[in-house]
């Protein structure tokens, strides 16, 4: 067990931790006989019962396509798919509903303004921004447009303390940039970018700006008119959601002018063999049956977040976080990465001296405390940290101050074996 | 604990602490690189095969304690063995790893039988295999890199 006792440290707020954990059904299992004390958060979340209800709803009742039939299901299916997009579009403060791409994810969204935008605007010399926050999924889709078209990818380095160096920003830009793509909040480090100030000066610069928010959205409170962003990109599952659902947002003047993504139905408004006339925003990108309960699971689960707060979600964490870094700084030969608590969302990322971050997985999971180790698809990262891999602890709004104990101790058992 | 303690015995934290045959091999005649982008364990094995012998094994590399344990015992076992004694040694093992639930470890394999543990974690699997599919690779002067996954 650990060697330093555990004193009582919720702090007082009206932050019900324990009555927001009976949402969650996986969170009351036990692992190897131990309490499941869920870490991997940055990898994907957990549902609460109204997602999971709202999707088994969805099947049981009103299953039925979207934007085709004149049956009553069918109207059913499409008012519902359609107010998840008005949802979507509240919850990050977009100006329209019709500017919300319902996509697979993030990894869809990128992909999308890669192959239309990117491969629309981009010409040979031309340039991309990106950072070394990147995630393997906003690196590769831009390599492969670039490659084709002749383009190349500019990458903004970071600070041995984990920031983005944002003078080395200012310095990339030059007459033959076409686009900026930088994450919100690191998924490796917890950092989070001053996106807001890094579209200002995009923006300087006559170039737009994609943010992937994949990590941002279920810690910070995101506004993207606010930020001013052209496109903003996340993921359900990562925000309580289902898995298969994400969602895109682009102003509507650039996906107005950027040709579709994938041909099929619901994208069109008429076809001739002769020629086709693509249906307006957002429909021109959702070609096929678009994952409409994934939408009306996705919809749930912004429910449920708007209902506890996001800037209470983050206080919290940020509480969490604070606590966590001080508890961590306790263990022998821990080295943890990233930024300090205030510059960064919730996010463990550390190694040990004298075990691999893939050993402390193992260990960890055996005392029922589930980490990601590994490069966490961000491979450029790692070797800028000199390090093959890390052990990542990342929290969500159901974790408790009592689980970053059983980490630490958890931690005291590594060192047992490996000491 | 008991699982745990089956998984990381003591041979295995003092080959991964003190690996053995660690380091280049000047005059090898046969090399391969192995790559797990799971975990980001890469090692390269090195060999100098005479005739039909491993005269001679090393590794370097870098990666978790089950595969660097892993690959020190595999160098140690296969040294001086022929190629169809060191084939059946990698299908020994392999059985080993992967047969969840067999009680039965070949005697064959000698110390190798220290990572039987590793069948009850599916997750390592790969950690005990890589430096085995590496040699493979090696044996057979394949140019590319091997991965487990």
């Not at chain 1, 359609?82 to 100006?95: C, H, S, T, Y």
């Not at chain 1, 002749?150 to 990339?172: C, F, H, K, N």
């Not at chain 2, 595999?74 to 067999?102: P, Y």
Request: hydrophobic letters at 40%.
């Amino acid at each position: 067990m650990s060697s330093v006792p555990a004193a009582h440290r919720e702090p007082a707020t009206a932050f019900d931790v324990t009555a927001i954990r009976r949402d969650f059904p996986a969170l009351q299992q036990l692992v190897y006989g131990k309490p499941l004390a869920y870490l991997d958060n940055a990898a994907t979340t957990q549902k609460p019962e109204p997602v999971i209800q709202a999707i088994a709803d969805f099947y049981r009742h009103d299953n039925a396509n979207v934007h085709r039939g004149v049956h009553l299901l069918s109207e059913r299916a499409t008012s519902a798919y359609e107010a998840a997009r008005e949802d979507v579009r509240r919850f990050i403060n977009a100006g329209e509903a019709r500017e919300i791409v319902f996509v697979r994810g993030t990894t869809e969204a990128i992909n999308l303004v890669a192959q239309t935008f990117g491969r629309q605007r981009l010409r040979e010399g031309d340039e991309v921004i990106v950072s070394a926050f990147e995630h393997h999924s906003n690196i590769v889709p831009w390599q492969i447009v670039c490659d084709e078209k002749g383009a190349r990818l500019r990458v903004v380095p970071m600070t041995s303390a984990g920031d983005i160096q944002i003078e080395e920003y200012e310095r990339v830009f030059s007459d033959r940039t076409r686009l900026v793509s930088i994450v919100h909040v690191s998924n490796a480090l917890g950092t989070v970018n001053p996106v807001r100030r890094m579209i200002e000066i995009a923006h300087r610069h006559g170039v737009p700006v994609l943010v992937d928010g994949a990590q941002a959205v279920a810690h910070i409170p995101v506004d993207v008119r606010d930020i001013d962003a052209d496109f903003y990109a996340f993921s359900g599952h990562k925000l309580f959601g289902p898995t298969g659902i994400g969602a895109l947002y682009g102003k509507a003047a650039l996906l107005e002018s950027m040709p579709p993504y994938q041909a099929g139905g619901d994208m069109i408004r008429s076809v001739t063999f002769e020629r086709t006339q693509y249906n307006t925003l957002p429909y021109k990108f959702e070609a096929g049956t678009p994952d409409i309960a994934g939408a009306i699971g996705l919809a749930a689960a912004i429910h449920y977040v708007e209902r506890i707060g996001l800037d209470r979600i983050a206080a919290w964490e940020h509480e969490l976080l604070r606590y966590g870094t001080g508890r961590l700084a306790t263990v022998p030969g821990l080295r943890l990465y990233g930024p300090p608590p205030d510059r960064k969302a919730a996010i463990f990322s550390f190694t040990l001296s004298h075990a691999h971050p893939h050993d402390i997985g193992t260990i960890l999971d055996r005392e029922g405390i589930a980490i990601r180790t590994g490069h966490h698809c961000c491979q450029p990262l790692m070797h800028r940290l000199g390090v093959d891999a890390t052990a990542r602890a990342s929290l969500a709004f159901y974790n408790t101050f009592d689980e970053i104990d059983r980490l630490v101790a958890a931690l005291d058992r590594v060192q047992e074996v490996f000491g | 604990m008991g699982d745990l303690r089956e998984l990381y015995q003591e041979v295995i934290l003092d080959h991964n602490r003190r690996p053995h045959n660690f380091g280049e091999l000047p005059d090898a005649n046969r090399r391969a690189e192995g790559y797990n982008p799971l975990c980001g364990d890469h090692l390269t094995v090195f060999l100098r095969l005479e005739g039909e012998v491993v005269r001679e094994i090393t590794f370097v590399g870098s990666g978790c304690a089950i595969s660097k344990a892993s690959a020190s015992l595999m160098t140690d076992s296969v040294k001086g063995k022929t190629l169809g004694e060191t084939s059946a040694l990698f299908d020994a093992f392999h059985q080993m790893v992967t047969s969840s639930g067999a009680d039965q470890t070949p005697a064959a394999l000698g110390k190798l039988a220290v990572l039987a543990g590793v069948r009850e974690f599916p997750a390592r699997v790969k950690c005990a295999s890589l430096a085995w599919h590496t040699l493979k690779a090696a044996l057979a002067a394949e140019p590319e890199p091997v991965t487990t996954e």
